[in-house]
């Protein structure tokens, strides 16, 4: 019968499958093209029922739409079919081309599988062509069109003309079914993209967000803050600052531009700021302001890393610490000095004098090539244990073979022969306690402040003048002979000796100078107590008269 009106059947089949595939193209989204799939079944190629089942990322199949019946569409639409059930029932049967029918007489054992299924009632075919109930024809798509990427099945039942599809009808359904592969793959593919740009606009707007938080932060911050190049030629130079930073070192933002850190950093302070530009974390460091003076800050860095090219910017925090440091200063300065006279106390001379010292008689190093060997460390000297002959020897105990320290000797005070040593001046103030006894403690305490300044103007910059408690004094000058340490001890009892102005009235106190010689093998306390000595010596050897003050 079919064949009969062929060239009807095909034109008519052509305009209603051309109308189907175009509905299948107009669908704004995923839901709405298999919704059309499943329409075009029943509008466009003649069938009463359609469903359209969909692969999962799972493997399964979902009944995703179905059209031509609400009951049945209600009942199955949503449920899922196992892989296993569908990939039996698509190698059962009967194969026509890319179709698989199943006959009645094959698909009685498929009633009890999990693939969702409708059950229609009719009548027992009449002829050999005719369409029983039970009948099965599948149409697999697959993506783009073809290959083994099993992208859903169509099923279609009950032809409206009741018979099995002919070879017109069934090519018509392989083309219907190629069509609506490529309709739910450019569906799902827009879908895909629609998410995609709502995505990429949400992380837009919170990178928007994350921007505008950051700049706030960054410009409306108590503390300084500073972003610089990390990297290239411009290695350090500063980007951008915010108010408070230019409040802080005092110089406007353009002019910030045109320096690094580097450029505004201590110079004693710039390996410390390198170590930490490289490393990142945190250091604490003086930055020049406009008027030349320093100020001390803390800096906490962190790279900014790109994901391109990696690490190129450096988020500098800065914080004025003046205030803590010139505590720590003051405190520290008071830990080591006298309160009275300002001068290092005795445990800062101490520590100065120690520093001086080893535990190394400098007997041991009667020469200049012994002393070169004990600094750079000749494999083949003494300074490794060995003796020139061969044999080993006895190192010198707290000596290494890289000991760079520079030892001192002691000239000798009978024989001026040019050596240059320490000299430790002990002072003992003569005639001080008459005056705290006679005009009080206020008086003495005015001496001891006059008498610190008078020795203090007497010595160099490199020398020390420290208060060693009560009316002592200790005065540490390097690089003297014996001749010169002597003159040095006239030079100030010759300071101390002049009248002091105190509340009105004049006194008067003298001094007696003990020299005494730091060298290397003594610790500082014996050299103290040497010095002590002979100052006592030199104060019992000179008569009362000349020590008299008041």
């Known amino acids: ?131 029983h109930p039970l009948d099965r024809l599948y149409a697999p798509m697959y993506a783009s069109g073809g290959g083994l990427d099993l992208l859903g099945v169509i099923s279609v039942d009950r032809p409206r003309n009741g018979r099995r599809p002919g070879a017109w009808g069934r090519e018509a359904l392989q083309m219907y079914a190629s069509q609506a592969a490529i309709a739910i793959s450019n569906a799902r593919l827009r879908a895909n993209m629609q998410r995609a740009l709502v995505r990429l606009e949400r992380e837009q707007q919170a990178l928007r967000a994350s921007e505008e938080s950051f700049r706030q932060a960054f410009e409306y911050a108590p503390s300084g803050m500073a972003i610089a190049e990390m990297g290239g030629d411009q290695h350090g130079r500063l980007l951008r600052t915010n108010d408070a930073l230019c409040r802080l070192l005092g110089r406007p ?20 700021l390198l170590r930490t530009s490289a490393e990142g974390g945190r250091a604490e460091l003086r930055l020049g302001r406009r008027d030349g003076t320093y100020l001390w800050v803390s800096l906490r860095n962190s790279v900014v890393a790109d994901t391109t090219d990696g690490p190129r910017f450096l988020l500098t925090h800065v914080e004025d610490i003046e205030e803590r440091k010139r505590n720590e200063l003051n405190l520290a ?45 000749d494999v083949d000297g003494p300074a490794h244990g060995y003796r020139m002959d061969g044999y080993e020897g006895e190192v010198a105990p707290g000596v290494g073979p890289y000991d760079h320290h520079v030892h001192i000797e002691a000239p000798d005070p ?72 002597a003159d040095l001890a006239v030079r100030l009892r ?39 000595q002979r100052m006592y010596v030199e104060k019992r050897s000179r008569s009362k008269v000349h020590r008299r003050a008041g």
């Open 1 to 131: 019968m079919e064949a009969e009106s062929e060239p009807y059947v095909r034109l008519a089949t052509m305009r209603q499958l051309h109308q189907a595939v175009a509905d299948l193209n107009t669908a704004r989204s995923l839901a709405d093209t298999l919704q059309s799939v499943a329409d075009g079944i029943v509008t466009g190629l003649g069938y009463e029922l359609g469903c359209v089942n969909l692969v999962r990322p799972d493997g399964d199949l979902v009944v995703a739409a179905f059209a031509g019946n609400s009951a049945a569409e209600a009942l199955i639409t949503g449920r899922v079919g196992s892989r296993v059930s569908w990939d039996r029932r698509l190698s059962m049967g009967e194969a026509w081309d890319e179709l698989r029918f199943i006959p009645h007489t094959e698909g009685w054992v498929l009633l009890d599988d999990d693939v969702p299924q409708w059950h229609t009632e009719g009548p027992e075919p009449r002829f050999e062509d005719e369409w």
């Open 414 to 485: 009978e024989h001026d022969d040019g050596t240059k040593g320490l000299a430790v001046l002990f002072c003992d103030l003569d005639g001080f306690k008459s005056i705290n006894d006679r005009f009080g403690h206020h008086a003495g305490d005015a001496v001891l402040i006059e008498v610190a300044r008078r020795l203090t103007t007497c010595v160099r910059d490199g020398d020390t003048v420290a208060r060693l408690g009560g009316d002592e004094f200790v005065v540490l000058a390097d690089g003297l002979g014996a001749a010169d340490a």
């Open 333 to 377: 300065h008071r830990a080591s000095h006298d309160a009275l006279t300002g001068l290092p106390n005795s445990a800062e001379l101490r520590s100065r004098l120690s520093a001086r010292l080893c535990e190394r008689p400098h007997s041991l190093t009667s020469t200049a090539i012994e002393a070169l060997d004990a600094a750079y460390g």
């Open 494 to 532: 010759n300071a101390i000796i002049p009248p002091i102005r105190v509340d009105g009235r004049a006194v008067r106190v003298g001094a007696s100078f003990g020299i005494g010689w730091a060298e290397c093998g003594m610790t500082d306390e014996e050299v103290l107590h040497s010095a002590d």
């Open 253 to 272: 933002a353009s002019v910030l531009r045109r320096y690094s850190f580097a450029d505004l950093v201590h110079p004693e302070d710039i390996g410390t």
